[in-house]
């Protein structure tokens, strides 16, 4: 490797992400080390119970069972922030002030680590744009580990100190329970802490339960959000000569609607606000429907025909603009622009959309008709829109 690769290598985001995930992991074996110094007598469980040996273990004391998750948590997270898991550095940024707190304020024989994991929590934060990597495999695996890692610690320390609860607990599986009410904070009051260090206890899993929870939650379906928008992108992509609905007026609708009943290719452009007027899995995609971007990503250049039907004139002629501008002197793609006021319909027939009408004088012209006994046909609908509404 030249000089020159040498120094992009050390500036480069992989090179800071390397050297944190080392120190990372660094901070995990220095809390976990401790704890596997502290092992005692080994008590057969199987003659004094689960409890009875769970309490033999010197690293399952009551401050060592979260000091033991949190390090070997910090391990196991500090492999997918190599790749810049943006889940990853949320949790090892969570943890890392966990144990800086907990070694600063309350286990100060750990003051050192403390401030070493301090540190770490200051250089994540820096850097916090190195990690930019969003994956819906990575978070949903970091967020199930993490729950899992946190419902262990709920069952380990509810068993480890199960005489200060009210009953006793005595086995996993009513230790699984209050576990279990506890992280979803449903607490029906059957099991009651009734000692301060099994009251301290119950506070940690309940704040836990909530962060991790919450933080797992909101950030997979903020994923599996986006990953929706991607789906339905590229579905975009392959569709030809369908039609372009841009809008959600109740004309825009009606229309959607009569397109997807007879079976044509349709997709829906209109604004994040509106999209609960069109169906939830259908091709509808959100944001500013003046943005050439979020046309382009609607395929208008291949499309058949391009509908307006906003409810601001002032906003279907941005729109118009940036359908032409797509198009280009693309013919095969027909623009059609309803209009709200008449009074801007000439303004907007500057711009030369293929057919443009207004439901006023579209309904007042069907009235007539119908008023002087004229029939109204197939053809005379058509002559209304294309001859009556707009100039050659």
Not at 69 to 86: E, P, Q, Y
Not at 130 to 154: K, N, P, Q
Request: proline share 2%.
């Amino acid at each position: 490797m030249s000089d020159n690769a040498f120094i992009v290598f050390l500036k480069s985001s992989l090179f800071i992400r390397l050297v944190l995930s080392i120190l990372i992991i660094v901070d995990g074996y220095m809390i976990i080390t401790p704890v596997f110094g502290a092992y005692t007598d080994y008590i057969d469980w199987r003659a004094n119970g689960f409890s009875e040996w769970l309490k033999s273990l010197g690293f399952m004391k009551l401050l060592d069972i979260p000091r033991f998750l949190l390090g070997i948590s910090l391990i196991f997270l500090s492999l997918f922030m190599l790749n810049g898991a943006r889940i990853a550095w949320v949790f090892s940024l969570f943890l890392l002030a966990i144990i800086s707190f907990v070694d600063l304020k309350i286990a100060t024989e750990n003051i050192h680590q403390g401030y070493f994991s301090l540190g770490l929590f200051s250089a994540l934060s820096v850097f916090w744009r190195r990690y930019h990597h969003h994956s819906l495999t990575s978070a949903g695996f970091v967020a199930v580990t993490c729950i899992i890692a946190l419902l262990l610690y709920s069952i380990f320390g509810t068993l480890y100190i199960g005489n200060e609860f009210l009953p006793v607990v005595k086995d996993g599986t009513t230790a699984f329970y209050f576990a279990l009410v506890c992280m979803t904070t449903v607490g029906f009051g059957d099991i009651v802490p009734v000692s301060t260090d099994a009251r301290v206890f119950t506070v940690t899993v309940i704040i836990l339960g909530i962060t991790i929870f919450t933080t797992s939650v909101v950030y997979v379906v903020g994923l599996l959000a986006k990953g929706t928008k991607e789906i339905v992108r590229k579905r975009f992509s392959y569709m030809k000569n369908h039609y372009v609905v841009i809008g959600s007026t109740p004309t825009a609708v009606s229309v959607y609607q009569g397109l997807k009943n007879r079976d044509l290719p349709v997709a829906v452009i209109c604004q994040e606000s509106h999209r609960t007027h069109y169906p939830e899995k259908d091709n509808i995609v959100t944001g500013d429907p003046t943005s050439t971007a979020l046309l382009a990503e609607a395929n208008v250049k291949q499309a058949q025909y391009v509908l307006i039907m906003t409810d601001s004139d002032a906003l279907s002629t941005f729109v118009l603009l940036g359908v032409k501008q797509l198009v280009n002197a693309n013919k095969d793609v027909k623009t059609i622009v309803l209009v709200n006021q008449e009074s801007n319909m000439d303004k907007i027939r500057l711009l030369e959309p293929d057919m443009l009408f207004s439901l006023s004088s579209l309904g007042g012209e069907v009235l007539m008709r119908v008023l002087c006994g004229e029939t109204i046909s197939n053809a005379s609908m058509s002559d209304i829109l294309l001859n009556k509404m707009v100039k050659n």
